[in-house]
Nanobody, 125 residues
Framework: QVQLKESGGDSVQAGESLTLTCIAS????????MGWFRQVPGKGREAVAS???????YYVDSVKGRFTISKDNARNTVYLQMNSLKPEDTAVYYC???????????????????WGQGTQVTVSS
């Protein structure tokens, strides 16, 4: 079983930037889709961004133009660059793997079968 581990969460001021990192314990060529999600207490997990093996990306409207997802296959790593952070970005951020992102985005939550433990991002105004 591939293990995913997120890092990079922190407490920052509004307008600042953070880069989240998700490292997979081993290469997993069967999983061609990586996603970043976030969750706040009392709410469901929200898809933030995803990237397919062919490079196609998805972003939720609220982060478009501010967040960038990227991957480094050689390092089994996916990144989420977050700029111009807002208090509403405060959440626990998770990375996850799916066999395929599919054509209908965002990829349904149920398609993701491997999740990390999450990293806390707190943005103060």
């Amino acid at each position: 079983q591939v293990q995913l581990k997120e890092s990079g969460g922190d407490s920052v001021q509004a307008g600042e930037s953070l880069t989240l990192t998700c490292i997979a314990s081993i290469a997993d060529h069967r999983s061609r889709c990586m996603g970043w999600f976030r969750q706040v207490p009392g709410k469901g997990r929200e898809a933030v961004a995803s990237i397919a093996s062919n490079g196609i990306t998805y972003y939720v409207d609220s982060v478009k133009g501010r967040f960038t997802i990227s991957k480094d296959n050689a390092r089994n790593t996916v990144y989420l660059q977050m700029n111009s952070l807002k208090p509403e970005d405060t959440a626990v951020y998770y990375c996850a793997k799916a066999a395929d992102c599919g054509w209908l985005l965002p990829t349904p939550l149920r398609n993701y079968n491997n999740w990390g433990q999450g990293t806390q991002v707190t943005v103060s105004s």
